[in-house]
């Protein structure tokens, strides 16, 4: 099971700088992200998303692999299967673009929108959905970083401890638990 974390910064880069590390943590499989989403209230107070995924993009790749593929098949049994492949591969990329534009996948898209409109002018939030993490090593990397955590799915303990690390504050852990 997925937990949700929304953590919010002053700043308005904060919240970008943030998913970098995490990607980059990520790569060194210390947490595994399911979805992730920055949002940055301007000094104006107009929300803006930025998705950690293109799903747009995504749709497009497979879309022109899979439209290939079987416009090629196709152009084979009518003796072109160049044609075939050309034409599979545009309308397999335009469907496969449209169906990724209209999926929300992860964090519900709304959620964001409505909590991102509660955060303070020129500020920023990370909204983040983990499948795994390592706990110790990636608060580590977040010691001292002067974030709020906003919403979370965690345990109060886990959350204590978030929170905590976020704001450079020592807690006595006698045990080791999840975040």
Known sequence: MS???????????????????LNSLSKEYLVDLEDAVVVVRDGE?????????????VGATSGLLSGSLWGGLVGLLFLNPLAGFAIGGALGAGAGALSGSLTDYGIDDDFIKSLGSTIPNSSSAL????????????????????????????SPEQEQKLQAALSDVQTPSPQAGTF
């Open 45 to 57: 107070g107009k929300v803006h998303l930025k998705q950690g995924l293109n799903l747009t993009a």
């Open 3 to 21: 937990d949700l974390i929304v953590v919010g910064f002053d700043s308005m880069e904060e919240a970008d700088r943030v998913l970098l590390k």
């Open 127 to 154: 909204f983040i959905l983990v499948r795994k993490v390592q706990p110790e090593k990636v608060l580590a990397e977040f010691s001292g970083l002067r974030g709020r955590v906003l919403k979370t799915s965690l």
